[in-house]
């Protein structure tokens, strides 16, 4: 059986441990790029064998919280540059995820104050950091959305793959779609949500098919060897609700991604969230139906990861909030070393305390 530590062939790019750096949202782009704490940052977890970076913004109104990074601008491009010249000089590998919220948005972010976009005109029961009337950073209700026009849809796969091109661009390895916690394309997915009478609307195949096609768009412009995608199966974050066909919809695209041989898929359990979690056996379904590499995360540790891959459930373990602390996770999981605990009081602020001044292990004796 292969252990987590050993290396793993991702269509040709060769990953030195099977531990996958999950994305998680920092909100430290103050001006909407990466700056050189965020380069220390990706650099000291650059020992995980694939890096997936935070939510990156591919237009701005793709934009649903304060602070988090595009790569839609030359300037985002030339500073997201920086990171993966750090990571790949430590020998790691870098994904970038690519993130359009849809609904969970606020005007504040939006071009002239105008509504989100989303599936339909029906909005988040959530609330998001956004600006409020003074420009003060707050908690506040996502605002209405409007329902994309049939002919639009095309602009906003455009969007993604001119994000692509751009990451590729930037020097990274390849790209995940963000499918998961409620953002656009699960907008689509979702049959409750999606009441639509247009071919993007009612039937499973016109659900997914915004999906699938922006799959196809990227795929074609930057290759399938470089093009992931995460999901969320059966996740209720960011107010999405349970429909009728939702198993047979996961399983019929997760069977539409392996004909298409897409490089990975990346699969989040939400109860890692607090969320309802993936119902029992259905990741052996998933499985069957995608038989191509799959990344799972779910509150991960060196046992369950590797039970994970003993029982063939998944190929690569992704792990998120463990490397907040622990620069240096992998090596301590193989070593069998104390895990740091993570500061949540600094998760989202703007310092660089909590962010890239938690120590190695052996730096910390």
């Given at each position: ?10 269509s040709?790019?060769?990953l030195?441990?099977r531990?996958?750096m999950a ?13 050189d704490?965020?380069?220390l940052?990706?650099r000291?977890?650059?020992g995980?064998?694939l ?7 591919v237009s701005?109104?793709?934009r649903g919280q304060v ?12 500073a997201?540059r920086?990171?993966t010249?750090?990571?790949?000089e430590?020998g ?6 690519l993130?359009?919220?849809g ?5 504040s ?7 989100p976009?989303?599936?339909?005109a ?11 009337e ?6 506040i209700?996502t605002s209405?959305?409007?329902?994309l026009?049939t ?12 994000a692509a091109?751009?990451?590729?661009e930037a020097g990274?390895?390849g790209v995940?779609?963000?499918?998961a916690?409620g953002?656009?394309?699960e907008q ?5 949500l999606n009441?639509?009478s247009?071919?993007y609307g ?7 098919r915004?999906?699938?096609e922006t799959i196809d ?15 969320a199966p059966?996740?209720r974050?960011?107010?999405m609700?349970?429909?009728?066909d939702e ?6 695209l ?5 004909d ?7 699969i989040?359990d939400q109860?890692s969230?607090?969320?309802q979690?993936i119902?029992a056996?259905?990741l052996?379904k998933?499985r069957?139906a995608?038989?191509?590499t799959?990344?799972v995360a ?5 046992e ?9 459930r998944a ?9 907040i602390?622990n620069?240096d996770?992998v090596?301590?999981?193989a ?11 600094t998760l989202?602020t ?8 938690y120590p ?6």
């Amino acid at each position: 059986m292969p252990s987590l530590f050993d290396p793993f062939n991702l269509s040709g790019l060769i990953l030195r441990n099977r531990i996958v750096m999950a994305p998680m949202t920092r909100s430290r782009a103050v001006t909407l790029a990466p700056d050189d704490d965020t380069v220390l940052y990706y650099r000291q977890r650059a020992g995980a064998g694939l890096i997936i970076t935070e939510g990156t913004n591919v237009s701005q109104e793709g934009r649903g919280q304060v602070f988090t990074p595009g790569i839609y601008t030359s300037a985002q491009v030339d500073a997201w540059r920086r990171v993966t010249q750090a990571v790949h000089e430590e020998g790691g590998a870098i994904f970038c995820q690519l993130w359009h919220v849809g609904r969970n948005s606020h005007v504040s972010h939006q071009p002239d104050r105008a509504p989100p976009v989303s599936s339909a005109a029906r909005r988040s029961n959530t609330e998001t950091w956004a600006f409020d009337e003074a420009g003060g950073e707050a908690r506040i209700p996502t605002s209405v959305p409007r329902a994309l026009e049939t002919d639009e849809i095309a602009r906003v796969t455009a969007d993604f793959v001119r994000a692509a091109q751009n990451a590729i661009e930037a020097g990274f390895d390849g790209v995940e779609l963000h499918g998961a916690n409620g953002y656009l394309f699960e907008q689509f997915i979702n049959g409750e949500l999606n009441q639509r009478s247009d071919r993007y609307g009612g039937s499973i195949e016109n659900r997914i098919r915004f999906t699938l096609e922006t799959i196809d768009a990227v795929s074609a412009a930057i290759g399938e060897a470089r093009t992931g995608i995460r999901l969320a199966p059966f996740g209720r974050f960011g107010d999405m609700r349970d429909y009728e066909d939702e198993e047979e919809t996961w399983l019929t695209l997760g069977q539409a991604l392996a004909d298409r041989r897409t490089a990975y898929v990346h699969i989040s359990d939400q109860a890692s969230l607090g969320e309802q979690a993936i119902p029992a056996g259905f990741l052996e379904k998933f499985r069957r139906a995608f038989p191509g590499t799959l990344v799972v995360a779910g509150n991960y540790n060196k046992e369950r990861g590797q039970a994970a891959l003993d029982a063939g459930r998944a190929d690569l373990i992704a792990i998120g909030r463990p490397f907040i602390a622990n620069p240096d996770l992998v090596r301590r999981m193989a070593n069998d070393w104390p895990l740091a605990e993570i500061d949540r009081a600094t998760l989202y602020t703007r310092s660089r305390e909590g962010y890239v001044d938690y120590p190695n292990y052996e730096d910390g004796l």
